[in-house]
């Protein structure tokens, strides 16, 4: 096992690795107090509940999405097929779905996303949490 451990610290040293998406992260900034989530896994799923701002009743609120997704990485790029699971108005309709290409930046720590479709003016900046 020693052996294995040290083989792979030297491919990193002479080759170097890539950090990975994989993991759980949150958004650098919040909407009205509530940031958002992604729990990306090695398998290529992904859960993400995103909120934006808006007005329910005359009343500012943070109006929550929920999102399962698949991902696929190459380098320090990701992809992420987001499908929408639930919306603050109840159901899903097919404009929610997007995809957000992903580059992580500052050595892993900071994954930033653009979305498309709907989102494509949303900042997707996430940290690891």
Do not use: H, K
């Amino acid at each position: 096992m020693q052996r294995i451990i040290t083989i792979a610290m030297l491919g990193c040293a002479l080759w170097g690795c890539s950090e990975s998406a994989a993991g759980d992260w949150q958004s650098s900034q919040d909407v009205l107090g509530q940031r958002n989530v992604l729990s990306a896994q090695v398998s290529g799923e992904a859960q993400a509940t995103l909120f934006i701002d808006m007005m329910d009743q005359g009343q500012r609120v943070a109006g929550r999405f929920e999102f399962d997704a698949m991902w696929l990485e190459e380098s320090e790029r990701s992809e992420f097929d987001m499908d929408c699971r639930r919306t603050p108005f109840g159901e899903c309709e097919g404009a929610d779905d997007f995809r957000m290409d992903c580059r992580l930046e500052e050595e892993g720590a900071v994954l930033n996303c653009d979305g498309d479709g709907r989102w494509s003016e949303y900042i997707f900046s996430w940290s690891r949490q």
